[in-house]
């Protein structure tokens, strides 16, 4: 009989390590922020049309989507995980510069190109970065709470860059994305190295074990594949509702359109940071499934809800529904994935492969619906969503089982 694998050892990260991943995640918020509602805003408010926006905006998908597995690879066999997510946040810095000084098509393609490809790796490598130093027993806690600091970091972001895109220019907010990234880069070098053990960070089974499950084990995963299907409807619902609400407003109440597009994103995020840590605890008590399919009927009823549009701050609302879905897929994701990946040794393979689904589910999103609103209007537009997200709630419940077992057993 082999010998059973080395336990883990307790994890044990320092004070500062913690406290450095909170700010990291509270600045990098600006990866959202920036690259989200507010583009469609400026290349509006430039004469942009819905569809030329629309294909722009999805190269920022396409090129997520592609780096998704390469970068879960990488992260698995990289042992310093921070160079990854420094190399992200240079990728940012640059793509806003192009976008505030040079708001031209080939320009914001490729700054698109290079936020796709800091989007593609960041979560992936934050992810590694969190279970590296607490281990998959306390990965919820630590979940919840970097949840918490990013909303924060979003809500206030959002809210700073609609009184600059309202009071000052409208590249105002481009310019403060890239000044972010310097504080997120003093953060990033705060975090010790040394405690992020590299088996832990990528689920290996045990302390001395330098193997992994192979890819056919990875890609057989019954579980992780409804799961991927699952994000892929998720985000192909998701990820239009705000560029089409930003230029909804911005075509019938441009003079304060701003505001409201901030006020699109700071709701949202006030409420995440305000149930994270409660959402990470009942993902742990309550398990996982029930809170997976709660998140994807708030999302059915804002697509709805964002359809009927009984007024610009109504939609404003609509947008604390946003902030429970946010906060369940946002936390529950490296949790799911973790749970289903236990020992492998392909943790942030599989978060890549788990990564790609959604993008592929955003990619199509942002081309789709640009085009669809421009031919068909808003309203068909938003119903198309809410009748994608009905599909996926199916699927989850029918095929998509309990995982929380797996954590509450782990050893780390």
């Known amino acids: 009989m082999p010998p059973a694998p080395p336990k883990w050892p307790a994890a044990t990260p320092s004070t500062q390590s913690q406290r450095a991943l909170d700010w990291l995640n509270f600045f ?35 090129v997520a989507l592609a780096v998704q597995i390469p970068a879960g690879w990488l992260v ?57 130093l607490v281990g998959h027993r306390s990965l919820h806690t630590r979940t919840g709470r970097n949840h918490r600091y990013l909303s924060l970091g979003n809500a206030l972001t959002a809210a ?11 590249r105002a907010p481009f310019l403060a994305a890239a000044g972010l990234c310097l504080p997120a880069a003093i953060a990033l070098a705060l975090i010790r190295g040394r405690e992020i053990d590299y088996g832990r960070a990528r689920q290996a089974s045990g302390r001395q074990d330098s193997g992994a499950a192979r890819w056919r ?6 579980s992780l594949l409804v799961f991927a299907v ?53 993902a742990d008590e309550a398990g996982r499934k029930k809170l997976l399919i709660a998140a994807f009927a708030a999302l059915l009823a804002r697509s709805v809800l964002f359809a009927v ?36 040794g392909r943790y942030n393979f599989s978060m890549g492969a788990v990564g790609m689904s959604g993008s592929i589910g ?7 619906s640009g085009f669809l609103a421009q031919s068909f209007g ?26 929380v077992e797996a954590a509450r057993t782990a050893e780390d």
């Not at 510069?97 to 098509?105: D, E, H, N, Q, T």
């Not at 901030?262 to 009942?282: E, G, H, K, N, Y």
């Not at 429970?324 to 994935?337: F, K, M």
């Open 28 to 62: 990098i918020a600006d990866v959202e922020t920036a690259f989200g509602p507010f583009v469609a805003l400026y290349l509006t408010r430039s004469g942009w049309q819905q569809g030329a926006i629309g294909s722009a905006i999805a190269v920022n998908s396409a």
């Open 76 to 132: 698995d066999q990289l042992r310093n995980k921070r160079l990854i997510l420094a190399a992200g946040l240079a990728c940012i810095a640059g793509g806003s510069l192009i976008v505030a000084f040079f708001p031209s098509y080939l320009p914001v393609a490729l700054a698109e190109a290079l936020y796709g490809s800091a989007g593609g790796t960041i979560r992936t490598a934050l992810a590694a970065v969190a279970i590296g």
């Open 160 to 170: 700073g860059m609609g009184a600059l895109g309202h009071f000052g220019s409208i």
């Open 217 to 222: 084990e990875i890609f057989s995963n019954r």
């Open 230 to 282: 699952c994000l892929l409807l998720f985000q192909f619902a998701n990820a239009s509702i705000l560029p089409l609400a930003s230029e909804r407003v911005s075509a019938e109440h441009g003079a304060i359109s701003a505001l409201i597009t901030s006020a699109f994103v700071v709701v949202p995020q006030v409420v995440t940071a305000l149930i994270a840590a409660w959402l990470a605890r009942q």
């Open 309 to 344: 549009g009984l007024g610009p701050w109504f939609l404003v609302g609509v947008q604390v529904l946003g902030g429970l879905t946010a906060a369940v897929i946002g936390i529950l994701t490296p949790l799911v994935v973790a749970d289903l990946t236990r020992q492998s």
């Open 362 to 368: 955003a990619t199509a999103s942002t081309a789709i």
């Open 378 to 403: 808003f309203v068909l537009a938003f119903l198309a969503l809410a009748g994608l997200t009905a599909a996926a709630m199916v699927i989850l419940w029918l095929w998509f089982p309990e995982t």
